[in-house]
C-alpha cells in the first residue's frame, strides 16, 4: 500500500515537472521560433550580473534567455488595481493553471515499466473514466480566465474576459464531440486502453492509429484545442492590438507569468490529447513489449526498461512536434474577428462534429466493427 | 469512501453553502456555489457514481454556473447592502429552517435496516455503460422527452433574452 | 465507508440552508442559486440511495434532474433578464404589482 503511493506520487510528481519543464521550453521555442519565421534573429542576448561575458561568451542564448525572463517576471512588483477585488485577483491565475495541469494526470506517456515484481503503469492515474474527467477539467478551465477578467476593475480586461469566456464553451462543445467519436472508435473512455488499441499493425505495415480511422476529428480536436487555448488564429480575448492583454491586462509580476504559463502549458495539453487519441500515444511503430516486430519479419528482442524508454522519448516527440505545429500556425495566420470566429465554433465545427459522430455511429453499428 | 474524507467534504460543502446564503456580493455567492457543486460531485464519485459525479462537474459547475455568472454580469450588480428590518421574517425564517434540518436529521440518521448499509455492487456500478442502459431501456421515453425539453428551453431562453426592436438593434458581439 | 444514512443527513442539510437562502435573501438570482442547491442537495439524495440499493435507476433520475435544472435555469435566467429591463430592479421586495 505505501509503496504503491509512493509510485503514484513519483508519477505525478515526473508528469508535473514535465509538464512545467516543457512550457518554459516551448517559451524559448516561440520566441526564437517566431524569428526564424519572421526572418529576425530574437531575443539572444541576457545577461545576470554578466554572468556569460565572464565565462567569455557573451551570448549564452537559450540558457540565459530561459532563465531571465521568469526571474525578470518574478520579481517584478505585484500591483493590484484600486478597485479591484483583492481576493479574486489573487486566485483567478491559479484558479485557471490548475485544470490544466491536472488533466495531464490522465495522460499515458508509456506502456507497462516492470521493476522487480512491481507493474507500473506510466500514467499517473488510471481513471477508466479518463475522456469524461478531460472534459469536466476543460469545462473548469473557463473560471480563472472569467474571474481574471472581471476582478480587474477594468472594462477592456472584462470585455477581453467575456469574449475568452464565450469563445471557450464554445469551443468545448466540439472538443467534447471529438472525444465523443473517438470514445465510440475504440469503445472505452480509458485513455491507456485507447492507447493499447492503437499498437500493432494493418497490412502488415501501417501503424493502427487513430488518426487513419478518424481523420476528420483529428482536425476537430486540434482547432477546438487551439481554440480553447486561445491560441491564434483564435486569440481576440487576448488581442494584442486591440485590448491590450485582454483579460490579463490588469496582471504584472509572478500572476502574468502564471498567465503566460498556462498559454503553453495548454499548447502541451492539446498535443498531448491529440497524440494519444490520434497517433497512437507512445507507441512506436512496430514496438512491441518485447521488442521490435519490423514488416520484413525480422524481430529485435528488447528488455522492459528499454522498451518503456523508447515509449517515453517517442510520446514526448510527438507531444513536441504538435507544440511546434501549433506554435508554426501562430505565426503563419491572422486573427479571426470574433464573430468569425463564433460562426466558425457554432455554424462550422459543432454540424461537423455531429455529422462526424452520427457517421461514426453508422459505420459501427452497420459494418459491425 | 473512507469516513474521514466525508466528514471532510461534508463540512466543506456546508460551510460552502452557508457562504452561498451569507455572501454581500453575487459573484462570491456563485463561486460558493460552484465549490458546493464540485464537493457534491466529488461526493458522487465516492459513492462509484463516477459518470453522474463527472457530468455533475461538466453540465452543473461547467455550464449552468457559467450561465449564472453572465447574468450577473450582464444585470451589473454590486455588492447588495446589509439588509436590515423585516426581523420577524428573519428570525421566525432561521428557526423554521433549524427545526426542519432538526426533523430531517433524526428522520435519516435512523432509516430502515435495509438502507442502513451499502448493497455490494459490481466494479463496474457507476459506469456509463450501466448508465446507458439504464437510460436506454428503462428511461427511453423520459430521455427522448428530456432532449425536447431542452430544444424547448434553448428556444424559450432565446426569446425572452433577446432585445426587443423598441430597445434598440440586436446586441451584436461585445 | 459512511453509510448511507449520513449522506442523507449532510442532503438534508443542504436542502435547508437552500430553503434559508430562498426566505432570507432578496436578490431573485440568489435566490435562484439557492434552488439550484436544492436540486442538488436532492441529487446527493438519489445518488446515496441509488448505492444503497445497488441500483443504477437514481442515476438515471438524477441525470434527468440534472438536465431538466439546466433547462430551467436557462429559461429562468431568461425571464430575470426580461424583468430587469421592465423593472430595472431584482430586488424581489420592489417586483410587487401583483401583491394585494
Keep these: 500500500m505505501a509503496i504503491e503511493l509512493l509510485i503514484g506520487a513519483i508519477k505525478a510528481i515526473i508528469v508535473l515537472l514535465m509538464?512545467?519543464?516543457?512550457?518554459?521550453?516551448?517559451?524559448?521555442?516561440?520566441?526564437?521560433?517566431?524569428?526564424?519565421?519572421?526572418?529576425?534573429?530574437?531575443?539572444?542576448?541576457?545577461?545576470?550580473?554578466?554572468?556569460?561575458?565572464r565565462l567569455g561568451m557573451p551570448n549564452l542564448g537559450f540558457v540565459n534567455t530561459l532563465m531571465a525572463d521568469p526571474l525578470k517576471l518574478f520579481t517584478k512588483e505585484d500591483f493590484v488595481p484600486a478597485g479591484a477585488d483583492k481576493f479574486l485577483h489573487a486566485l483567478a491565475p491559479f484558479l485557471a493553471m490548475f485544470p490544466v495541469l491536472i488533466t495531464f494526470a490522465v495522460v499515458p506517456f508509456g506502456d507497462v515499466l516492470i521493476i522487480g515484481d512491481q507493474h507500473i503503469n506510466l500514467q499517473a492515474a488510471n481513471l477508466n473514466v479518463a475522456a469524461l474527467y478531460i472534459l469536466a477539467t476543460i469545462g473548469l478551465g473557463v473560471y480563472g480566465?472569467?474571474?481574471?477578467?472581471?476582478?480587474?476593475?477594468?472594462?477592456?480586461?472584462?470585455?477581453?474576459?467575456?469574449?475568452?469566456?464565450?469563445?471557450?464553451?464554445?469551443?468545448?462543445?466540439?472538443?467534447?464531440?471529438?472525444?465523443?467519436?473517438?470514445?465510440?472508435?475504440?469503445?472505452?473512455?480509458?485513455?491507456?486502453?485507447?492507447?493499447?488499441?492503437?499498437?500493432?499493425?494493418?497490412?502488415?505495415?501501417?501503424p493502427r492509429w487513430g488518426i487513419?480511422?478518424?481523420?476528420?476529428?483529428?482536425?476537430?480536436?486540434?482547432?477546438?484545442?487551439?481554440?480553447?487555448?486561445?491560441?491564434?488564429?483564435?486569440?481576440?480575448?487576448?488581442?494584442?492590438?486591440?485590448?491590450?492583454?485582454?483579460?490579463?491586462?490588469?496582471?504584472?509580476?509572478?500572476?502574468?507569468?502564471?498567465?503566460?504559463?498556462?498559454?503553453?502549458?495548454?499548447?502541451?495539453?492539446?498535443?498531448?490529447?491529440?497524440?494519444?487519441?490520434?497517433?497512437?500515444?507512445?507507441?512506436?511503430?512496430w514496438l512491441y513489449p518485447d521488442g521490435f516486430h519490423l514488416p520484413g519479419g525480422a524481430h529485435l528482442g528488447l528488455p522492459n526498461v528499454a522498451v518503456a524508454i523508447i515509449e517515453v522519448i517517442t510520446f514526448t516527440v510527438k507531444v513536441v512536434a504538435f507544440c511546434w505545429l501549433q506554435i508554426l500556425a501562430r505565426w503563419t495566420l491572422p486573427r479571426f474577428r470574433y464573430d468569425q470566429l463564433m460562426r466558425l465554433g457554432w455554424k462550422g465545427l459543432l454540424p461537423v462534429g455531429l455529422a462526424n459522430v452520427v457517421v461514426t455511429a453508422c459505420v459501427i453499428v452497420f459494418a459491425g466493427v | 469512501m473512507p469516513l474521514w474524507l466525508f466528514i471532510f467534504l461534508a463540512a466543506l460543502s456546508i460551510i460552502a453553502a452557508a457562504g452561498l446564503i451569507l455572501q454581500r456580493h453575487p459573484v462570491h455567492s456563485l463561486l460558493a456555489l460552484v465549490l458546493t457543486l464540485i464537493v457534491i460531485g466529488i461526493l458522487f464519485i465516492g459513492l462509484g457514481a463516477t459518470t453522474v459525479g463527472f457530468l455533475q462537474m461538466i453540465v452543473y459547475a461547467g455550464a449552468i454556473m457559467i450561465l449564472f455568472l453572465f447574468v450577473i454580469w450582464l444585470l451589473n450588480l454590486q455588492t447588495q447592502p446589509l439588509?436590515?428590518?423585516?426581523?420577524?421574517?428573519?428570525?421566525?425564517?432561521?428557526?423554521?429552517?433549524?427545526?426542519?434540518?432538526?426533523?430531517?436529521?433524526?428522520?435519516?440518521?435512523?432509516?430502515?435496516?435495509?438502507?442502513?448499509?451499502?448493497?455490494?455492487?459490481?466494479?463496474?456500478?457507476?459506469?456509463?455503460?450501466?448508465?446507458?442502459?439504464?437510460?436506454?431501456?428503462?428511461?427511453?421515453?423520459?430521455?427522448?422527452?428530456?432532449?425536447?425539453?431542452?430544444?424547448?428551453?434553448?428556444?424559450?431562453?432565446?426569446?425572452?433574452?433577446r432585445r426587443t426592436t423598441a430597445e434598440g438593434a440586436p446586441g451584436g458581439s461585445p | 465507508m459512511?453509510?448511507?444514512?449520513?449522506?442523507?443527513?449532510?442532503?438534508?442539510?443542504?436542502?435547508?440552508?437552500?430553503?434559508?437562502?430562498?426566505?432570507?435573501?432578496?436578490?431573485?438570482?440568489i435566490i435562484f442559486m439557492s434552488i439550484e442547491l436544492m436540486l442538488n442537495a436532492v441529487n446527493l439524495a438519489f445518488v446515496a440511495l441509488s448505492r444503497a440499493w445497488g441500483s443504477v435507476d437514481g442515476q438515471a433520475i438524477v441525470f434527468f434532474v440534472m438536465t431538466v435544472a439546466a433547462a430551467e435555469a436557462a429559461v429562468g435566467l431568461g425571464i430575470i433578464l426580461s424583468i430587469y429591463r421592465n423593472r430595472e430592479t431584482v430586488n424581489a421586495d420592489e417586483i410587487n404589482l401583483m401583491r394585494w
Design chain 1, 19 to 53: 509538464v512545467l519543464q516543457l512550457s518554459a521550453i516551448l517559451l524559448w521555442f516561440e520566441r526564437k521560433g517566431s524569428a526564424l519565421i519572421q526572418d529576425r534573429i530574437g531575443a539572444n542576448r541576457a545577461a545576470i550580473t554578466g554572468f556569460g561575458r
Design chain 3, 2 to 29: 459512511a453509510p448511507p444514512s449520513y449522506f442523507m443527513g449532510l442532503s438534508a442539510i443542504l436542502f435547508c440552508i437552500g430553503v434559508a437562502g430562498v426566505l432570507l435573501r432578496r436578490n431573485i438570482i
Design chain 1, 212 to 285: 487513419f480511422v478518424q481523420p476528420i476529428a483529428f482536425l476537430l480536436l486540434l482547432t477546438a484545442g487551439m481554440a480553447e487555448s486561445k491560441r491564434v488564429p483564435f486569440d481576440l480575448p487576448e488581442g494584442e492590438s486591440e485590448l491590450i492583454a485582454g483579460y490579463f491586462t490588469e496582471y504584472s509580476g509572478g500572476k502574468q507569468a502564471v498567465f503566460m504559463l498556462i498559454d503553453f502549458a495548454e499548447i502541451v495539453l492539446v498535443s498531448a490529447l491529440v497524440t494519444t487519441f490520434f497517433f497512437g500515444g507512445w507507441n512506436f511503430p
Design chain 2, 83 to 161: 439588509e436590515g428590518g423585516r426581523l420577524a421574517l428573519k428570525f421566525l425564517g432561521a428557526l423554521g429552517s433549524a427545526a426542519l434540518i432538526a426533523e430531517l436529521l433524526v428522520f435519516v440518521l435512523h432509516l430502515p435496516a435495509p438502507l442502513g448499509h451499502n448493497q455490494p455492487v459490481a466494479i463496474d456500478y457507476g459506469s456509463i455503460a450501466r448508465l446507458a442502459q439504464g437510460l436506454f431501456t428503462s428511461y427511453l421515453v423520459a430521455f427522448e422527452v428530456t432532449s425536447i425539453l431542452l430544444l424547448v428551453g434553448v428556444v424559450g431562453a432565446v426569446a425572452l433574452a
Design chain 1, 145 to 206: 480566465v472569467a474571474l481574471g477578467g472581471w476582478a480587474s476593475n477594468n472594462r477592456w480586461a472584462l470585455l477581453g474576459g467575456i469574449r475568452a469566456t464565450a469563445q471557450m464553451i464554445s469551443y468545448e462543445l466540439a472538443m467534447g464531440l471529438a472525444i465523443v467519436s473517438m470514445v465510440m472508435t475504440y469503445g472505452t473512455l480509458d485513455l491507456q486502453a485507447m492507447c493499447h488499441a492503437q499498437s500493432g499493425v494493418w497490412f502488415g505495415w501501417l
